[in-house]
């Protein structure tokens, strides 16, 4: 046993990890010591990554279309909420890359694979209860995997957190436009 493990008896010894850590060194960050499923995990991160990129999709049509005399500031509600949305995207990709899995882009699974819908709506308090439909199913969902995740991938744990934290205030700025509106 060597000094650390005598001062800490609840961590594993620096020699056993030096040798678990030469193991399946083509694994990258993904050592022996990851208690999820990635492959579990991975099939969750894609899930997320299609609504992420869904929502990205809908959000730019929406700033696209938005028309009448609220337009400009709840289109621009809507750009900022794509680009955070595609910040997203883009943590989960590489997430799904560091656990040693592949993102999947396929514009045909993407829809199909999302949890929120791709709806148009009709006009602009539309497209925001759409969005805000989305927002909430959105974190309904990142719960539910951060909860599923608990203390088996505490790096995808936090950084679904910071997703969830994000959703729910595009739900709550949603929300006060649509209240606005009336």
């Known amino acids: 046993m060597d000094q650390r493990a005598k001062q800490h008896p609840f961590l594993t010894d620096l020699q056993t990890i030096r040798q678990r850590a030469r193991k399946h060194i083509e ?15 991975t099939d969750l991160l894609n899930e997320a990554l299609a609504t992420e990129l869904v929502c990205v999709l809908r959000y730019k049509r929406h700033y696209f279309m938005a028309s009448g005399i609220n337009a400009d500031a709840v289109a621009q509600e809507f750009l900022q909420h794509a680009g955070e949305e595609q910040q997203h995207a883009d943590r989960i990709a590489q997430r799904i890359v560091q656990l040693q899995g592949e993102p999947d882009l396929n514009p045909e699974v993407l829809a199909p694979r999302a949890h929120a819908q791709y709806v148009e709506g009709k006009d602009l308090a539309d497209m925001i209860r759409e969005d805000l439909v989305a927002e909430r199913i959105a974190i ?11 203390d088996k991938d505490p790096s995808t744990r936090r950084m679904l957190e910071g997703i969830l934290a994000m959703e729910e205030e595009h739900a709550d700025d949603l929300s006060s436009l649509l209240a606005g509106m009336r």
């Open 27 to 41: 694994r990258g960050a993904l050592t022996e010591g990851y208690r999820a499923d990635h492959k579990a995990v």
């Open 140 to 150: 309904d969902t990142y719960r539910e995997m951060i909860a599923y995740l608990g």
